[in-house]
């Protein structure tokens, strides 16, 4: 296996074997609910629906990137795909990297399309790689491989530095995710990986024509604790370690982002563990909630698990819509808080 494709193999056994959370909170428990006593609604009549990329999903939920590189990823992926189908949530697979790079698409194929015929695919690539292959040919050839619906591109600067043979030129960024913007016909959705994004860079996106934000925010997994727990030396570990807690909280990056009112729509994620801390970033302005290392551990034990973890985020959520009154997402968006 290549060096990237054992990186990602330890990024995955990091996250599950190691203390690798932001000590810090997501800060989305200050939101508080009123607590409607007279709800005046039927529990099993609530609307969990939500239009995404011409898709209707059931529920207003994301499985995040995870994983893009090969063995036990293309396990995860498969299991992945398959159960967002048959809950008919989104999809968004690991960066690509490795496969258009090494040209070893194992796991990352059309058969994830197969396997996923009908709700929304994102394919995922890193800002910083963009620079290397930024040729239209090259983008186009991630989305075709899965016949993904968008492209997903990842800001992971602090991570990049902390780890060995990272990427750390990241001049001209803003510029390459310009072009793919204007060179693709699928949506370009931006994401950061666990830092959260600001609202200075998200206006600098929505000026080159990027339209859907994930903030993938502080409070979860901490790719500065995952390069700490990989790290060669004491000396890289204790630098990682330094910035375990770095980073915009996820409720933090939605409230800024909303309060820009530029019409971004904005996927909340980064730390999520409950279907009411989906809720409760819903109500901040997201329209979408993405869970990443939560459902990493179901996933890898298989279909039926990933599949009771995702419904039991959908039960808390409908809970959470019931007792705030609120029959549906577009009326839990207008939830009165305390
Ligand atoms: C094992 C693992 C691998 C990941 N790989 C990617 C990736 O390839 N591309 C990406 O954009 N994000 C990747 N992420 C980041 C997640 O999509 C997410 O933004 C981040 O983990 C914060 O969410 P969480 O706190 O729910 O884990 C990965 C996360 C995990 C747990």
């Known amino acids: 296996m290549s060096e990237i494709g054992h990186r990602k193999n330890d990024h995955i056994n990091a996250v599950l074997k190691s203390d690798v959370r932001s000590r810090k909170t997501t800060g989305l428990e200050a939101v508080v609910f009123e607590h409607v006593a007279l709800p005046e609604l039927d529990f099993e009549n609530i609307d969990l629906t939500c239009p995404f990329l011409g898709y209707t999903l059931q529920a207003p939920f994301l499985v995040s990137s995870m994983t893009g590189g090969l063995g036990i990823a293309k396990h995860i992926n498969e299991t992945i795909a398959e159960v967002c189908q048959s ?17 070893q698409q194992d796991g990352l194929n059309k058969h994830i399309r197969r396997l996923a015929p009908s709700v929304p695919i994102l394919a995922n690539i890193g800002a910083a790689q963009l620079r290397l292959l930024n040729e239209t040919g090259s983008l186009l050839k991630l989305i075709d491989m899965i ?14 530095v902390l780890q060995p043979g990272g990427d750390k030129d990241w001049s001209g960024v803003l510029n390459q995710i310009d072009i793919a913007v204007r060179s693709l ?19 600098q996106l929505w000026n080159v024509g990027v339209k859907i934000i994930d903030v993938a925010g502080s409070g979860g997994t901490s790719w500065a604790a995952v390069e700490a727990a990989r ?59 993405g869970f990443a290392a939560q459902l990493l551990p179901a996933a890898v034990e298989g279909a039926e698990s990933l599949n009771a973890a995702i419904s039991k985020l959908m039960t808390e959520l409908r809970i959470a819509a019931f007792c705030t009154g609120s029959a549906s997402i577009t009326e839990l968006k207008r939830a009165a808080i305390l």
């Open 87 to 103: 809950l008919q949530i989104c999809l968004a697979v690991g960066s690509q990297r490795i496969a258009l790079e090494e040209n």
């Open 147 to 160: 016949e993904a619906d968008a492209l997903i591109i990842h800001l992971n600067p602090l991570q990049e």
């Open 185 to 203: 016909a699928t949506p370009v959705i931006v994401k950061e990986v666990g830092f959260g994004i600001s609202a200075r860079v998200a206006k």
């Open 231 to 289: 790290a060669p030396s004491d000396l890289t570990r204790e630098v990682a370690e330094t910035f375990r807690d770095w980073g915009i909280s996820t409720a933090q990056s939605i409230r800024m982002i909303d309060d820009l009112q530029c019409g971004i729509q904005i996927i909340a994620s980064g730390g999520l563990r409950t279907g009411l801390e989906a809720a409760q970033a819903i109500r901040l302005g997201a329209s979408l909630a």
